[in-house]
C-alpha cells in the first residue's frame, strides 16, 4: 500500500513544495534580473512523469504565475497546462530525455511564455517604444530560464530515480 | 498520440483547461477582485515570500555593507560637504518657512496628514518581467486594503492598489501608461496629468503632460498631487521636473520628471486607506486603459 500510494504522494508532494520555492525565489524583489524558474521545473517533471502530470503541474506553475503577474487571472495557468502537456509528448515521442531535450524544450516555453507575455503586458495596448522591451527584458529573462534548465533536469531526475528504486526495489516492470 | 487523445487524462486536461477557461472569463469580468484561485496562490504563498523577503533583505544587506566600504566612505565625505551646505541654507529656512505658512493659508491648503489612515506593507513579489516595475505586497483585504488605495514609501507617491486579495495586493505603479494622477508643479503653480512612457520607464522616469505652452516650469521644480479626482490626497510629493520640452503637436509641453520614490527597487510602502476627499466607487477610475488584458 506504502508503495503503491505513498511514494508517490510524497514524491507529488515534493514537486510541489519544489514549484513554490522557484516561483518564490524568482519573484523575490531583491533581484532585479531573474529567471522564471518554474518553467524549467514544469518541464523537466513533464519529461520525467509524462505529458498527463507535466499539464497538471503546468497549470500549477501558471496559477503561481497568474496570482504575482499584471496579466488577466488564468493565462498563464492554461498557456502551461498546455505547454507542459506538449513537453512531455515531445518528450516522449520525439526528443530522449537528456540536459539538452530539458534545455531546448525550457528555452521554447520560456521563449512562448515570454512572447505571450509581452503581447498581454505590451504588445496588445501597442505602446511605443514597447519592442525594446522585448529585446532588453523579455528575451535575456526567457534565455536566463532556458540556463537553468540542467539544474532541475539534475535535481528532478534524481528525485524521479529515487522514488522509482523505492516504489520498485527488484527492478521489475509491475 | 492517439492512444493520450483518447484517454481519460487527456478528457482530464481538457475538463481542467474549460475550468481555467471560466475562471479567466470570471476575473476578465470582475477584475477588481483577485478570483478565488488567486487568493488561494496568495494564502499560500505570501506568507513564504514575505519569509523569503526577510531573508534576502538580510543577507543582501550583510553582503552589500561589505562590499560597498569603499563607496560608503566617499558617501560619508561628500553628505559631510553636503551637512556643511545644508546649514549656509538653514539661515534661509526660517524667512521661507513663514512664507510657506502664509502661502499656504492664502492658498488654503489644507494639511491632510491628520485625515490619512494608513497601512505599512512590504514589497514580498516582483515579477521578472513585471508590467512597468508593479509588484506584490503582504497586505490584502483583511488589512483593510481596497482597490484603487494610493501606495507611497517614506519619499512619495508610488502607485495605487489595482488588485485585492485576502492577504496581498497587486500595485500599479506611477510609472505605467494605464495609471494617470493629477499633478501640480508648486513653483510655478501649474497643473499637469504624469502618465507612463515605455522608454522612460526603463530608467525609472515619467511624463508630465499638458503643461501650457507658455509654461514657465524649470529643472528642479517639485511636483505633487492635486488630489483632483479623488484617487490621491493633495500634496503627495510626486518627484521633480528633469527637463521641459515642447509636445509634437506643438499645443502644450511636456516634462520629464524623475519620481520622487525609488520606485523599481522600493521595499516598504505605506498604503493610504482613507484621506479627506476619497473618491467614491462611482468615480471614473484613474486608470486610462485596463490594466489587466
Redesign the interface.
Known amino acids: 500500500m506504502k508503495q503503491r500510494y505513498g511514494y508517490p504522494l510524497i514524491k507529488y508532494s515534493l514537486y510541489i513544495l519544489l514549484l513554490c520555492l522557484s516561483y518564490v525565489v524568482s519573484s523575490s524583489p531583491g533581484l532585479s534580473f531573474k529567471p522564471i524558474l518554474v518553467l524549467p521545473m514544469v518541464v523537466c517533471i513533464a519529461i520525467y512523469e509524462g505529458e498527463f502530470v507535466g499539464g497538471l503541474y503546468g497549470a500549477l506553475a501558471g496559477v503561481l504565475l497568474d496570482y504575482g503577474a499584471m496579466t488577466l487571472f488564468g493565462i498563464n495557468a492554461m498557456l502551461l497546462l498546455v505547454l507542459g502537456c506538449a513537453a512531455g509528448l515531445i518528450s516522449l515521442y520525439l526528443l530522449r530525455s537528456s540536459v539538452l531535450s530539458s534545455l531546448i524544450l525550457t528555452g521554447a516555453v520560456a521563449l512562448i511564455q515570454g512572447l505571450v507575455s509581452f503581447f498581454l503586458l505590451y504588445g496588445i495596448w501597442r505602446l511605443s517604444g514597447a519592442s525594446m522591451l522585448l529585446w532588453r527584458r523579455f528575451l535575456p529573462t526567457a534565455l536566463l530560464t532556458a540556463i537553468t534548465a540542467p539544474l532541475y533536469h539534475y535535481g528532478v531526475g534524481r528525485i524521479h530515480r529515487h522514488f522509482e528504486a523505492l516504489q520498485n526495489p527488484t527492478g521489475e516492470t509491475p | 498520440?492517439n492512444e493520450?487523445l483518447k484517454s481519460s487524462?487527456f478528457k482530464?486536461?481538457t475538463g481542467?483547461?474549460v475550468l481555467?477557461?471560466f475562471?479567466?472569463l470570471r476575473?476578465?469580468a470582475d477584475?477588481t477582485a483577485?478570483?478565488f484561485?488567486?487568493k488561494l496562490?496568495?494564502l499560500?504563498?505570501s506568507p513564504?515570500?514575505s519569509l523569503?523577503?526577510s531573508v534576502?533583505?538580510g543577507v543582501?544587506g550583510f553582503f552589500d555593507t561589505i562590499l560597498s566600504a569603499g563607496r560608503l566612505a566617499d558617501e560619508n565625505e561628500s553628505l559631510s560637504a553636503e551637512v556643511r551646505q545644508l546649514k549656509d541654507q538653514l539661515v534661509d529656512y526660517q524667512v521661507i518657512k513663514q512664507e510657506n505658512e502664509f502661502l499656504k493659508e492664502f492658498l488654503e491648503i489644507k494639511e491632510q496628514q491628520a485625515h490619512m489612515a494608513m497601512v505599512p506593507a512590504k514589497?514580498?513579489?516582483?515579477?521578472?518581467?513585471?508590467?512597468f516595475y508593479?509588484?506584490?505586497i503582504d497586505k490584502g483585504s483583511t488589512s483593510g486594503i481596497s482597490y484603487r488605495d494610493p501606495v507611497i514609501s517614506a519619499d512619495g507617491l508610488v502607485g495605487i492598489v489595482?488588485e485585492v486579495g485576502l492577504s496581498?495586493a497587486?500595485v500599479?505603479t506611477i510609472l505605467d501608461?494605464a495609471l494617470e494622477v493629477g499633478c501640480i508643479d508648486i513653483a510655478v503653480r501649474e497643473t499637469g496629468v504624469t502618465t507612463g512612457?515605455?522608454?522612460l520607464a526603463?530608467m525609472g522616469w515619467l511624463k508630465l503632460s499638458y503643461l501650457p505652452r507658455d509654461s514657465v516650469a524649470t529643472p528642479g521644480d517639485v511636483v505633487m498631487t492635486t488630489g483632483v479626482g479623488g484617487f490621491f490626497p493633495s500634496g503627495l510629493r510626486v518627484g521633480s521636473i528633469l527637463e521641459v520640452s515642447p509636445e509634437e503637436h506643438g499645443l502644450s509641453l511636456y516634462a520629464i520628471l524623475e519620481p520622487a520614490a525609488d520606485i523599481?527597487?522600493v521595499?516598504d510602502v505605506m498604503v493610504i486607506t482613507e484621506f479627506e476627499g476619497k473618491a467614491t466607487a462611482d468615480v471614473p477610475s484613474p486608470f486610462s486603459?485596463e490594466?489587466?488584458?
Request: a positive charge.
Open positions: 498520440m493520450f487524462r482530464i486536461l481542467l483547461f481555467l477557461f475562471f479567466m476575473a476578465a477584475g483577485a478570483p484561485l488567486s496562490a496568495g499560500a504563498i513564504i515570500q523569503s523577503t534576502s533583505q543582501g514589497v514580498v513579489g516582483r515579477e521578472a518581467v513585471a508590467r508593479g509588484f506584490t489595482s496581498h497587486k500599479t501608461t512612457d515605455v522608454a526603463e523599481r527597487h521595499t486603459e490594466v489587466t488584458p
